[in-house]
């Protein structure tokens, strides 16, 4: 009786294993299914940052400069999901560390029909940004407008030096190029006319001459007549 009665036991004990592990099995199946889903909907799309804002959580490239243009161009940030790291996989960054310009790779999730909203940005592969020259261009302001951000400087050949007269064509931020009185490399608060002389220090970036800094050399002339007076001027602050 009491041989049966272990017989029974045990058969009961093997049947409860059983169906743990087939409970287990079915777990795991599920849980490599799922990873395999979610890898095989893992996407990724190339190009350059047009706009990033770390407090909201957004990120945008460039619509022409994107390598695949039926991917989305806008992602979220997650700072606990967003993974920032550099091409050879070893050196992680932060998402504060992505500027404006910069060349990355944006992986995440592909889920047809769900664009309607910013796919998160799971991972970010950010390139060295290029190291711009800085380069200096002297001559007579042409116009300058603070609002727009440009400025247009003529450029003549300098003393004995065989050449044409230039218009050179700038763009700047007014919040951040510095301005300064020659011979001081102190910023200051100045106004600047056309006719002035001034030399302006920038950088080339996507073909573009971004305008770091403008120095007064010399004040044009003040233009007067006997019957009208007109004057141009544009304040640049730093």
Avoid: C
């Amino acid at each position: 009786m009491i041989a049966v009665e272990k017989i029974v036991t045990q058969r009961k004990m093997w049947g409860f294993k059983m169906i743990l592990i087939g409970i287990l099995g079915v777990l795991t199946l599920g849980g490599s299914t799922q990873a395999y889903a979610s890898e095989k909907n893992l996407r990724s799309v190339s190009g350059e940052i047009e706009y990033v804002d770390v407090k909201l959580g957004e990120l945008k490239l460039e619509g022409e400069t994107t390598k695949n243009r039926r991917y989305p161009t806008e992602f979220r940030l997650n700072s606990q999901e967003t993974i920032v790291t550099d091409p050879t996989d070893k050196k992680f960054l932060n998402v504060k560390d992505l500027k404006v310009g910069q060349h990355v790779t944006v992986e995440f999730n592909w889920v047809r029909g769900e664009w309607r909203e910013p796919a998160i940005a799971l991972k970010i592969i950010a390139f060295a940004m290029p190291e711009l020259v800085s380069m200096e261009v002297t001559g007579e302001l042409e116009a300058i407008d603070a609002q727009a951000g440009t400025l247009i400087v003529e450029r003549k050949p300098l003393l004995g030096e065989e050449g044409r007269i230039d218009l050179v064509y700038f763009v700047f931020d007014p919040r951040y190029i510095v301005a300064m009185r020659a011979p001081s490399i102190k910023p200051a608060r100045l106004v600047f006319n056309p006719g002035d002389i001034v030399k302006v220090g920038y950088v080339v970036r996507d073909g573009k001459r971004y305008a770091t800094s403008i120095t007064l050399i010399s004040a044009a002339p003040e233009i007067t007549n006997t019957t009208t007076t007109t004057t141009t001027s544009t304040t640049v602050t730093q």
